[in-house]
């Protein structure tokens, strides 16, 4: 299977350069699968296709202010870091750049009372870095720290909690799952007043959602490792839904992601691990049997999981059609259901 088989045409002023106020206002197209009906209508509209005992899952990851600025000690050499996942207390995978300027063993200040060590360099500028600081380490990453937008986002965020999710837990990822952007407190509990039960899981987004295809054939892409956690509640929650017939909705890829890695014989088994699970055309869902999400790059990891859900020829055709509606696409963009 060609990565290229997975492009689309897309107008640059498509792409969302800010979120859309109230989040719930955004547009939403909805395909239907049995049918292949496309429609179109807004977020708040998303509990006219919820109806009681369905499950929705959310993943709870919270944003680091992740992308961080300094200087080389000594020289004064400008350099980011986008800092992926914790190894260690002090120590952190990140992306480096440039990746050049800087050896082993060498120091880049980003504050009076915040600095840290290269300890090793590895792939695709990725590196190991130790942190020495005076102080909170997560007080002083809000400090100098800037949230990680991506590269696509080119206008300043006025709020950083515009982006996160209202329901944002726990710290630990270096980019939003964008598709719980759109929800607000408010349309979470209409959502829960229909009958509809809301189930929390995690998953720490990182260099999986920075890394490009590079691969010209699906297969031989690999994965970027990342952190996953679902609770004995949560799995309880969701197996029961899965017995019972009843429909289990993923939030977002990140959720998908996280609900397939602990799927174990169609059921899902509580507990936390790492996972590089790479979805694609081919894959039988277990556990997922809806989803809510954005609209994603050409050619990406997270398009080609939405094809495994709908079918490649299919999703090209909705996305052509969101192109010709002038659907706003990427992290702060409109959202899509597949029911």
Not at 146 to 168: C, D, F, G, H, S
Request: charged share 30%; with cysteine; aromatic share 10%.
């Amino acid at each position: 299977m060609k990565t290229s088989d997975f492009d689309y045409n897309l107008p640059e002023e498509l792409i969302a350069q800010t979120p859309i106020e109230p989040r719930d206002h955004s547009r939403l197209l909805v395909y239907d699968r049995e049918t292949q009906e496309v429609s179109h209508r807004h977020f708040y509209d998303v509990t006219d296709y919820l109806k009681q005992g369905d499950v929705l899952v959310l993943n709870e990851t919270k944003v680091l202010p992740a992308r961080l600025y300094g200087k080389k000690r000594g020289t004064g050499t400008d350099f980011e870091f986008l800092l992926l996942k914790r190894l260690k207390l002090d120590v952190w995978e990140a992306i480096m750049r440039p990746g050049k300027k800087l050896k082993p063993g060498g120091w880049v200040d980003f504050g009076g009372d915040l600095c840290a060590e290269l300890l090793c360099k590895k792939e695709d500028g990725v590196c190991e870095v130790r942190f020495r600081y005076d102080g909170v380490f997560e007080e002083l990453l809000d400090k100098y720290g800037n949230m990680p937008l991506p590269p696509y986002i080119t206008k300043r965020l006025e709020r950083k909690e515009r982006y996160q999710t209202v329901y944002a837990k726990e710290d630990g990822s270096a980019a939003a799952p964008t598709a719980g952007l759109h929800f607000t407190p408010e349309l979470l509990d209409k959502i829960e007043g229909m009958g509809v039960t809301v189930v929390k899981i995690l998953l720490h987004v990182g260099l999986g959602t920075f890394r490009p295809m590079k691969e010209e054939t699906v297969e031989e892409h690999v994965m970027h490792s990342e952190y996953y956690s679902v609770s004995p509640q949560a799995a309880e929650t969701i197996n029961a839904a899965k017995r019972e017939g009843r429909r289990v909705i993923a939030v977002g890829t990140t959720s998908v992601r996280t609900l397939e890695s602990a799927a174990r014989n169609r059921l899902v088994q509580a507990g936390s691990a790492d996972t590089d699970i790479f979805i694609y055309p081919g894959y039988e869902y277990q556990i997922v049997d809806a989803l809510i999400t954005n609209f994603h790059l050409p050619k990406s990891t997270l398009i080609m999981l939405v094809s495994a859900l709908m079918g490649r020829e299919a999703t090209l055709d909705v996305y052509r059609q969101a192109v010709e509606e002038r659907y706003r696409f990427f992290s702060f963009g409109d959202a899509m259901m597949i029911v």
